[in-house]
Every structure is written in structure tokens, then in C-alpha cells.
């Protein structure tokens, strides 16, 4: 595992080995946002820096059982489609309520994509065909086709110059999913 120091990498797979990888992708069956939230940052957290044993054993866990989590993820993804649509309908609101709530499925969306990205990340060739292709699964979800739709409702949502959510990030924080294969 490339990236991250050695110690990082032991704790990782000792942590992994102790079962919270599938922990983490249990939990992304929630429906609380704060346990997705959770969820999320858990699988960061263990795949940080691109510990391919890690990222090896998931894929071999996704591979032997019928996994939700991309439905999961798909739903979250959905969501955030939902809030942007409403925004380019709507336009921006003044409710601190309203945009509260689309900054949570903002950074919700964010975690989940952060979370796929360190999936396939050092171009592990293996779990990026599985991110767009679950044969085992009975409902395969091309995860980067669904990312592309997001995101061409999010460029929709953006060509009047509006900021979707509370704009307080920067356009370099909302690009990081992008930077770092």
C-alpha cells in the first residue's frame, strides 16, 4: 500500500481482518444519515492511501455475497440527484433549513464517493470493474454511470453561475474526488 506508512497499513488490516470493512458496508443500509455518515468515513478510514490488501479482501467479500452496498450507494447518489433537480426547479432558497439539508446530502454524496474512489484506488483493476459491473449480484448497479448522471445534473444545476448547497466550500474542496486516482 503505497502512500501511507507502515504502521497506518497494520492497523488498517488488523482492523479489516477484525471484520469493520463489512462493517462498514452493513451500515450503509441505514437509513440515518448520521450511521451512513459513519459508515462512510469507517471505509475511508481503513483504505485511506490505497491498502490493496484491503481493498483485496472487499473485493473478494463482494464477490461471495449478495451485497447492498452499491444499492446503498446508489440511493444516496439518488438522493443528492433529487436535491439538485429540486435546486435547478427552484433555484436557490432562503431557508437555512433547506440548505442544511442539501449541504448533508452534499457531504453525504461526497463520503460515498470518496469511499468508491479508494475502492479502485492505484487503478485496482479488479474492484473498478466490479464498481461498474456486479455479475454476481441479482441488481447490478453501474456505479460509474450513475456518478455521471449526478454530475450532469450538477453541471445543469450550475451553468447560471448559482452555487448549489450553502457555497461555503471551496472549488477546490469540491474536486478532490477527481484529484486523486
Partial sequence: A?????????YQDNLDQL???RVATALSESKDDSVLVASYQLGIALLEG???????RMLDY????????????KATIE????????????GPTNSS???????AILDLTRLAF?????????????????????QDNLHSINMVYEVTLLMKEMCLATETGRTIGSGDE????DNEVDRDD
Fill in 19 to 21: 471484520g469493520l470493512m
Fill in 62 to 73: 463482494f464477490e461471495t455475497h449478495d451485497e447492498k452496498f452499491f444499492q446503498n450507494v
Fill in 170 to 173: 471551496s472549488e477546490e474542496d
Fill in 97 to 103: 433549513k433547506k440548505v442544511a439539508q442539501v449541504d
Fill in 50 to 56: 490505497g491498502n490493496t490488501r484491503v481493498q483485496n
Fill in 114 to 134: 470518496r469511499f468508491l474512489q479508494l475502492l479502485c484506488e492505484g487503478h485496482h483493476i479488479g474492484m473498478q470493474n466490479y464498481v461498474r459491473d456486479q
Fill in 79 to 90: 438522493r443528492c440527484k433529487q436535491a439538485v433537480l429540486a435546486f435547478r426547479k427552484k
Fill in 2 to 10: 503505497s502512500g501511507i506508512n507502515a504502521e497506518m497499513v497494520v
